[in-house]
């Protein structure tokens, strides 16, 4: 089975990293057992794209993951859609399915889609860190929990390879701060 994922916000929010880290998680280090108790492999492609200007331009990151070979690298209707941007929900919310879950910063984005929708105050929530540097993370914790595509540890090692070390508490707070939200808004969703 094949999941796709499109990362969506403006330039300088650290959409391109989220979408590098999740498929390095899948790629090299997220080692899921069969029922027969084999370790299988994830594959994973991930593909970007920026905004006429680097900051403040929409900024678009598509990861791919499958347990097969893929043989197409483009993200054409994701399963998940993650928004950091009014400005980047306008431009790819028409690419997705009824099925697609859409998850967003409600700070962020004040259009609200019918459907599979999560809301993660990432933003927010990053600030009570004491900076709003880290609402990517946050976000991509958030993201892990529900889709639970690749496991807390692989996502977490995969991300500490990709910030600088100095960085290493504060980003790995902010990735379990985004867990919990995760699981707060799948409990809350569950009651919707």
């Known amino acids: ?99 697609t879950k859409i998850i967003l910063d409600p700070d962020l984005v004040k259009t609200k889609p019918s459907g599979y929708v999560y809301e993660i105050k990432s933003t927010k929530e990053a600030e009570t860190m004491g900076t709003r540097v880290v609402s990517n993370v946050v976000m991509l914790g958030a993201f892990r929990e529900i889709s639970d595509i690749v496991s807390y540890d692989a996502l977490e090692r995969a991300m500490l390879e990709s910030v600088p070390k100095a960085t290493h508490d504060l980003n790995k707070a902010a990735l379990a701060l985004g867990r919990r939200l995760g699981q707060a808004a799948i409990q809350s969703h569950g009651k919707d």
């Open 1 to 99: 089975m094949e999941t796709s994922i499109r990362f969506t916000g403006f330039g300088g929010q650290g959409v391109i990293l989220m979408g590098i880290v999740l498929a390095r998680a899948a790629a090299l280090y997220d080692r899921p057992m069969t029922k027969e108790g084999k370790v299988t492999r994830k594959s994973a492609i991930q593909t970007q794209s920026y905004g006429p200007s680097a900051r403040g331009g929409h900024s678009k990151c598509d990861v791919k993951i499958s347990q097969a070979e893929m043989h197409y690298p483009f993200v054409e209707i994701p399963d998940y859609l993650v928004v950091l941007s009014q400005q980047a929900y306008d431009k790819y919310i028409r690419d997705v399915k009824p099925a």
